[in-house]
């Protein structure tokens, strides 16, 4: 009798039936296997149960019919779509307040982490939201629903990791397709598309996407999507994704964008006019380098429902501990994102200065000594990030001709994001020294990846971009990527000014004589001690 609103029960199992039933939440749209049914069952519940048009009714489906086309049913509850959202609220607000599970009894503050495989239904013909945790969880649910709002789409997917994600977006193709991906692109994508995808009678080109009359020459009647990274990894470059949307849009073509180097902070393609937007939820949503996970992105309701079957249909969707943890890290992924450009941005000015350095790749500054851009931009750009007073103005730094991106890209930059991120990419001119460097540092980490709270290096050629033959790269061989985190400033600045310092000494190889001379002296007794 400790729970008052809990009728009374002649046996002990029904009330734990009556119990265990009255948590389950309230939906009111069918889920893949069943439609949704009131929390109220007759087999379980004394009380009556809701009547037509009052709120909580909904009406039963019986399970199997021949009414609905069983692989045409959504394989989660209804979740608001975010697609029309006019409402501007601040990312810090957005998700430090999302409320994960507003129609549970308990009402927690933090999401359950529904660890489980199946989930019992009420009776053998009325059905429960959820079934099983390959077509839908509670806690994914609440993961896509806020990577949905935050990115303005009519639905969100969470993948079992980036490259899950990327592999099915491909499989909305079919044989005979074309696919047009920018040259310049992660190297598990290009491997996927070289290796997997051409052996499955899809034709993949690799174009300049930064070129967009040049590329509309090649979008032929079997082109069925265009892939590209905005910024790109890791050179940097620009594409400009509202001009490409549209050019897209002209000939039928989808358009998906990996938009990992932005994170939803910085840039949503979908009001770009982009059709697919990609993250792998492993950097920037999660933050932390401890899950692996992917997300795709649609504000189209015909689309998300081919992406949704999909994931079902191929298992690739995220475990509800993995969803958790993402959950946790977004809550600080502003924070995170607003004090890694911080950083970032005097890490750039740094390496400007660095007589090392011959090359900068960047997507928050641009090359000054090129033709001015139409105007400056830096007043709009990083938007509520990078305003303190000790933020650096590129315009206005030397060695600015050293940055790579062109007053262009700069401006097609600055229209479609809110700053430059913090992964950036340089050039020393000489594989060793690039060894040098990564060998000298201390508090980056040689690790492949970007995008968490402790700061990375790596030479893609010999780490994130190793699987793309050697032939086939565009990158220099001697490039080094940095991933700036969340440490003071100032610890980082010191340990690259010590790597290049250390890094500008170089080896020498003993003279030939010295060599025959130590050999000579070896068993010399008190000679070989004093050397």
Same mark, same amino acid.
């Given at each position: 009798?400790?729970?008052?609103?809990?009728?009374?029960?002649?046996?002990?199992?029904?009330?734990?039936?009556?119990?265990?039933?009255?948590?389950?939440?309230?939906?009111?749209?069918?889920?893949?296997?069943?439609?949704?049914?009131?929390t109220?069952?007759?087999?379980?519940?004394?009380?009556?149960?809701?009547?037509?048009?009052?709120?909580?009714?909904?009406?039963?489906?019986?399970?199997?019919?021949?009414?609905?086309?069983?692989?045409?049913?959504?394989? !989660?509850?209804?979740?608001?779509?975010?697609?029309?959202?006019?409402?501007?609220?601040?990312?810090?607000?957005?998700?430090?307040?999302?409320?994960?599970?507003?129609?549970?009894?308990?009402?927690?503050?933090?999401?359950?982490?529904?660890?489980?495989?199946?989930?019992?239904?009420?009776?053998?013909?009325?059905?429960?939201?959820y079934?099983?945790?390959?077509?839908?969880?509670?806690?994914?649910?609440?993961?896509?629903?806020?990577?949905?709002?935050?990115?303005?789409?009519?639905?969100?997917?969470?993948?079992?990791?980036?490259?899950?994600?990327?592999?099915?977006?491909?499989?909305?193709?079919?044989?005979?397709?074309?696919?047009? =991906?920018?040259?310049?692109?992660?190297?598990?994508?290009?491997?996927?598309?070289?290796?997997?995808?051409?052996?499955?009678?899809?034709?993949?080109?690799?174009?300049?996407?930064?070129?967009?009359?040049?590329?509309?020459?090649?979008?032929?009647?079997?082109?069925?999507?265009?892939?590209?990274?905005?910024?790109?990894?890791?050179l940097?470059?620009?594409?400009?994704?509202?001009?490409?949307?549209?050019?897209?849009?002209?000939?039928?073509?989808?358009?998906?964008?990996?938009?990992?180097?932005?994170?939803?902070?910085?840039?949503?393609?979908?009001?770009?006019?982009?059709?697919?937007?990609?993250?792998?939820a492993?950097? !920037?949503?999660?933050?932390?380098s401890?899950?692996? =996970?992917?997300?795709?992105?649609?504000?189209?309701?015909?689309l998300?429902?081919?992406?949704?079957?999909?994931?079902?249909?191929?298992?690739?969707?995220?475990?509800?501990?993995?969803?958790?943890?993402?959950l946790?890290?977004?809550?600080?992924?502003?924070l995170?994102?607003?004090?890694?450009?911080?950083?970032?941005?005097?890490?750039?000015?740094?390496?400007?200065?660095?007589?090392?350095?011959?090359?900068?790749?960047?997507?928050?500054?641009?090359n000054?000594?090129?033709?001015?851009?139409?105007?400056?931009?830096?007043?709009?750009?990083?938007?509520?990030?990078?305003?303190?007073?000790?933020?650096?103005?590129?315009?206005?730094?030397?060695?600015?001709?050293?940055?790579?991106?062109?007053?262009?890209?700069?401006?097609?930059?600055?229209?479609?994001?809110?700053?430059?991120?913090?992964?950036i990419?340089?050039?020393?001119?000489?594989?060793?020294?690039?060894?040098?460097?990564?060998?000298?540092?201390?508090?980056?980490?040689?690790?492949?990846?970007?995008?968490?709270?402790?700061?990375?290096?790596?030479?893609?050629?010999?780490?994130?971009?190793?699987?793309?033959?050697a032939?086939?790269?565009?990158?220099?061989?001697?490039?080094?990527?940095?991933?700036?985190?969340?440490?003071?400033?100032?610890?980082?600045?010191?340990?690259?000014?010590? =790597?290049?310092?250390?890094?500008?000494?170089?080896?020498?190889?003993?003279?030939?004589?010295?060599?025959?001379?130590?050999?000579?002296?070896?068993?010399?007794?008190?000679?070989?001690?004093?050397?």
């Amino acid at each position: 009798r400790r729970y008052q609103n809990v009728p009374f029960h002649s046996h002990p199992s029904e009330a734990f039936m009556d119990l265990q039933w009255r948590h389950i939440p309230i939906t009111r749209q069918r889920s893949r296997s069943v439609d949704s049914v009131s929390t109220t069952s007759s087999r379980f519940f004394d009380r009556p149960a809701p009547s037509p048009g009052s709120p909580d009714y909904v009406t039963p489906h019986k399970y199997p019919t021949t009414d609905h086309d069983y692989d045409q049913l959504p394989t !989660f509850p209804a979740r608001p779509d975010y697609s029309k959202d006019g409402k501007s609220i601040s990312p810090h607000t957005l998700l430090a307040g999302f409320d994960p599970c507003p129609t549970d009894a308990n009402h927690p503050a933090s999401m359950p982490i529904y660890q489980t495989s199946t989930f019992v239904q009420p009776s053998v013909s009325e059905f429960g939201p959820y079934d099983y945790t390959r077509s839908g969880n509670p806690t994914r649910t609440a993961l896509e629903t806020l990577i949905g709002k935050i990115e303005g789409a009519y639905a969100a997917f969470a993948f079992s990791s980036g490259m899950s994600a990327l592999m099915t977006i491909c499989h909305l193709l079919k044989q005979g397709d074309e696919m047009i =991906a920018c040259s310049d692109l992660y190297g598990g994508m290009h491997r996927l598309l070289t290796q997997v995808c051409s052996r499955q009678g899809i034709t993949v080109k690799f174009l300049d996407t930064t070129n967009l009359k040049k590329l509309e020459e090649f979008i032929g009647a079997t082109t069925a999507l265009v892939h590209v990274e905005s910024p790109s990894n890791p050179l940097m470059r620009i594409t400009d994704l509202q001009g490409l949307s549209q050019i897209c849009k002209k000939y039928g073509t989808l358009l998906s964008v990996d938009s990992t180097m932005m994170s939803p902070i910085l840039c949503n393609p979908l009001k770009l006019g982009v059709d697919i937007v990609m993250h792998s939820a492993t950097k !920037f949503l999660n933050g932390h380098s401890d899950v692996m =996970a992917g997300v795709l992105c649609t504000a189209q309701k015909e689309l998300a429902k081919r992406l949704a079957f999909l994931q079902n249909a191929e298992g690739t969707a995220l475990a509800p501990y993995d969803c958790w943890l993402i959950l946790r890290g977004m809550k600080t992924m502003a924070l995170r994102v607003e004090k890694q450009q911080e950083n970032a941005m005097k890490v750039v000015n740094l390496l400007k200065k660095q007589p090392l350095v011959t090359k900068v790749h960047y997507a928050g500054q641009y090359n000054t000594t090129l033709k001015s851009a139409t105007k400056a931009p830096s007043a709009g750009f990083h938007k509520r990030l990078n305003n303190s007073s000790d933020r650096l103005d590129s315009m206005t730094m030397e060695g600015n001709h050293k940055l790579s991106m062109t007053p262009q890209a700069w401006d097609i930059h600055c229209k479609q994001a809110r700053g430059g991120g913090s992964v950036i990419s340089f050039e020393t001119g000489d594989i060793k020294v690039s060894q040098r460097i990564l060998d000298a540092v201390r508090m980056f980490k040689i690790t492949v990846s970007f995008g968490s709270v402790n700061s990375l290096i790596e030479m893609p050629c010999l780490l994130s971009h190793a699987s793309i033959p050697a032939e086939k790269r565009t990158l220099p061989a001697d490039l080094i990527r940095l991933s700036i985190g969340i440490e003071y400033s100032g610890d980082l600045l010191d340990d690259l000014t010590r =790597a290049f310092k250390l890094a500008a000494i170089k080896p020498e190889e003993p003279p030939a004589d010295d060599v025959n001379s130590d050999k000579a002296s070896v068993g010399s007794g008190a000679e070989d001690e004093q050397k």
